[in-house]
Nanobody, 122 residues
Framework: QVQLVESGGGLVQPGGSLTLSCAAS????????MGWYRQGPGKERELVAT??????TYADSVKGRFTISTVNHANTVYLRMNRLKPDDTAVYYC?????????????????WGQGTQVTVPS
């Protein structure tokens, strides 16, 4: 079982910064993609940023303010969030998919973290 553990959420004033981290563990052989999603109050979950070996993608709403990065050998992904706005208030979820080891052939996984709250008051 691949597990993702997030940390780094909290309360921050508008214009402030936070860094979220997410560590994946559990017999991982390879990770194809890691990313961050968020779900604001009364909203659907939306993509924030993803990272693969081919590059990064960002939602238009966070481009130029958020930066996603990884430490591949540690299966860890970070989300540096600058110039935070009240609209960024949400529960942020880490996601990763790839392959993990089993007693037989490698299996695919697509795992989610438990979520971490980010609050930017208006």
């Amino acid at each position: 079982q691949v597990q993702l553990v997030e940390s780094g959420g909290g309360l921050v004033q508008p214009g402030g910064s936070l860094t979220l981290s997410c560590a994946a563990s559990g017999g991982i052989l390879s990770i194809t993609q890691m990313g961050w999603y968020r779900q604001g109050p009364g909203k659907e979950r939306e993509l924030v940023a993803t990272v693969t070996s081919e590059g990064n993608t960002y939602a238009d709403s966070v481009k130029g303010r958020f930066t996603i990065s990884t430490v591949n050998h540690a299966n860890t992904v970070y989300l540096r969030m600058n110039r935070l706005k009240p609209d960024d208030t949400a529960v942020y979820y880490c996601n990763a998919f790839g392959y993990y080891a089993t007693a037989s052939v490698p299996q695919r996984f697509n795992s989610w973290g438990q979520g971490t709250q980010v609050t930017v008051p208006s």
